[in-house]
């Protein structure tokens, strides 16, 4: 039926119909705060190119944790910063290892958060890639072996999730048996399945201090060209033992998203990522665009194309927003 019977601007006509008819919500449920943790003590220090972002050191993360909580966020994702790299980034599984000594903190100070572990070499490896180097490449199946061991030792410390994102082939399947035979068949996988060769990830390398000291990472991360690449990826982990795929970065691959949410019936996460972030942060401090409009805009369209579940360094302010009833 066309105008005049049509008229859809019927349902915008004020505050009340709109929201009947709204349909997408963010809601706290969604979000899962993505915080760094580095060694030393006393240590709560800005990130230069992330605004509003911390890297605390272990003493000092689990009161930032326990405000994360009292904002109604139900979820952290961490990462480390070591005191020492080596060519391995046997940080990674050691007992006294970054993660390893927060993860035993966090966990007894602040047992209702959910603690989901990062899981990668390049914060903890002298050269900066995701694995074993061989031949000046990442070689894939030497990494497996070495995430199996960082898994576990994550399970072993508390972990309830883990997310691998180094895009080894066959780094879910390799994961899901050294938890399961190590008595951890509980402990989930949330695999970082389609991660893109990405520019946004710029002023995460700073905070995480992870570039790679050679190259770059476009022998293991996606081609930002392939959508159906995207797609075989996630099923291949759907078929590996995932229990929550990923798609990262976010904004730029709202196509994927969508297409992953149709491609598979397991929980869709997206990564909002740094550069992300920092644009929004950058254009706001610059008095170009309506910084708080930005972000619940970007962060809505993400949910809208699929995401269930949304990784972003905006939680906090988004959970303000919620809690003082602004939105
Ligand atoms: C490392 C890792 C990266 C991010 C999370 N884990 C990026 C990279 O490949 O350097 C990016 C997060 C962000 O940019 O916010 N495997
Ligand atoms: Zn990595």
Request: proline share 5%; charged share 30%.
């Amino acid at each position: 039926m066309k105008f005049p019977l049509t008229r859809p601007r019927r349902l915008r006509s004020n505050d009340l119909i709109r929201s009947l008819v709204r349909e997408t919500r963010l809601t706290l449920d969604d979000l899962v705060y993505p915080m760094f943790v580095v060694d030393g003590s006393n240590t709560v220090e800005e990130v230069p190119s992330m605004p509003g972002v911390y890297r605390y050191s272990p003493d000092k993360i689990v009161d930032a944790i326990k405000e994360v909580r009292d904002s109604g966020i139900k979820a952290i994702i961490l990462f480390g910063i070591p005191a020492k790299k080596d060519s391995v980034g046997s940080d990674t599984w050691s007992d006294e290892g970054i993660i390893q000594r927060t993860l035993r903190r966090v966990k007894r100070e602040v047992p209702d958060i959910y603690v989901i572990t990062d899981v990668c070499f390049c914060e903890y490896t002298d050269h900066g890639h995701c694995g074993v180097l061989k031949d000046g490449t990442v070689d894939n199946d030497m990494t497996l072996e070495n995430l199996k061991k960082q898994v576990v030792s994550h399970a072993e410390n508390g972990a309830d999730m883990v997310a691998p994102s180094g895009m080894m082939d066959g780094m879910v399947k390799a994961i899901r048996e050294a938890l399961d035979s190590a008595g951890f068949k509980d402990v989930p996988i949330m695999a970082y399945s389609a991660k893109f060769a990405s520019a946004y990830y710029g002023p995460f390398r700073e905070a995480a201090e992870s570039a790679p000291a050679f190259g770059d990472r476009r022998s293991y991360q996606m081609d930002p060209a392939n959508y159906r690449e995207a797609i075989k990826e996630v099923l291949l982990d759907v078929e590996e033992g995932a229990d929550i795929v990923m798609v990262k970065p976010a904004l730029a691959y709202l196509d994927v998203i969508r297409g992953v949410k149709e491609a598979t019936l397991l929980p869709v996460a997206a990564y909002n990522v740094s550069g992300e972030y920092s644009i929004i942060k950058a254009g706001g401090k610059l008095g170009w665009i309506d910084e708080k409009k930005v972000m619940m805009e970007t962060l809505l369209s993400i949910k809208r194309a699929g995401a269930d579940i949304i990784l972003t360094y905006f939680a906090k302010e988004v959970a303000q927003l919620i809690n003082r009833g602004e939105i």
